[in-house]
């Protein structure tokens, strides 16, 4: 292929047209330089890459840019209501905050990848692996902060007499806390092996090359797989399933609001994350030579994971919706927040809104109560 290329720029260096460049290719012979189905799919996976790259660019660059928007909005104001009105803040609301937090310290990583995907990794080694491990903190911490929040609905509805009272700010602050630090963990593997490599026309950032790197990369897709998405769903769905099941039998006037809830919860975790994690599973597949590689499935796959990354960097933007704004008094204590920075006249807030103290977030402190979450 070398060759082929230098006798390329020799031609057209002579000045010799593309045309009768073709024909004095036509007369060599290449069949002992490539077996036949490895140079027919270098071909094709060549050009396909380049579609797989203008897919890439113009897609996620559009996606980047406008969750990283929605994003900083959703998340920032969530976070500044919650600390704003910090003393009636729940058990779930401090939940509630630091997923707010992992969700907007992910989205301000979108940025930097929208500009990695237009010109490449510009950034230098140190935010090359700070970016990526960021990333990986938040996306860990996001799912395991989801589980935490169905299992303190499983004590506040299922087990509410027995566990409720027990539970206190300091233990979930303390829970909390040991959910970053696990997550800081596992994101190791990317700070220390994630490098900048320049190609001939591009400069990335990816994982390193070599059989301790590809060892540790299957780890780390296991990791991902359990820790990341399988755990949290296996909970989400035990939790919320006991609780649906509680509500059932109980005859609570809020129980069919709840139930929605908890079913729209468990429902948006597993359609933006599944595909994502199933097109993770074929690819460890193809690297484990579990499935064969070609370069159609190649193809299929990048693209496919492409856009299921999308999906799954939607959950980020919709937390903010699902986890809060649809809470009563966060609603409220929000709009007291744009009445004060006046934003919001307080008519128009007692006409639609009918702004008054009812409820909780997400949970009311009677453990008999029935919660949204």
Known sequence: INVLLLLVSLQFAEGEDFTSLFANFSTMNFSNSLPRDAFICITSSTSSLSSTQ????????????????????????????????????????????????????????????????????????????????????NFYCSSLLLGCISFDRYLAIVHAVEAYKRRKTKQVQFICMVIWV?????????????????????????????????NWLLVMRFLYHVVGFFLPLAIMSYCYAMIIQTLC???????????????????????????????LFVETLIILKAVEK??????????????????????????????TFIGVKFRNHLLKIFRDL???????????????QVGT??????????SSF
Request: glycine letters at 4%; aromatic letters at 12%; hydrophobic letters at 45%.
């Open 361 to 370: 977030i997400s949970e009311s402190e009677n453990p008999t109560s029935v």
């Open 182 to 214: 696990l997550c800081f963990l596992l994101s190791l593997p990317d700070i220390i092996l994630m490098e900048v490599e320049t190609t001939t026309n591009r400069t990335s950032c990816s994982f390193a090359q070599g059989i301790t790197s590809s």
């Open 342 to 356: 006046r934003c919001i006249k307080q008519t128009t807030m007692e006409r639609f809104f009918k702004l008054k």
């Open 249 to 279: 039998q109980s005859h609570r006037v809020k129980k069919q609001r709840a139930i929605r809830v908890a079913i729209t919860v468990t429902g948006v975790f597993f359609v933006c994350w599944t595909p994502f994690n199933i097109c």
């Open 54 to 137: 203008l897919f890439r660019m113009v897609f996620m660059t559009f996606i980047y840019l406008t969750f990283f928007l929605l994003g900083v909005i959703g998340n920032g104001l969530a976070i500044a209501t919650l600390i704003q009105y910090k003393q009636s803040r729940t058990i779930t609301e401090n939940y509630l905050l630091h997923l707010a937090m992992a969700n907007l310290l992910l989205v301000l990583t979108f940025p930097f990848s929208a500009v990695d995907t237009i010109v490449g990794w510009v950034f230098g080694g140190f935010l090359c692996k700070t970016i990526h491990a960021i990333y990986k903190i």
């Open 294 to 323: 070609n370069c159609t499935l190649q193809t299929q796959l990048d693209n496919a994971i492409i856009v299921t990354e999308a999906l799954g960097f939607m959950q980020s933007c919709l937390n903010p919706v699902m986890y």
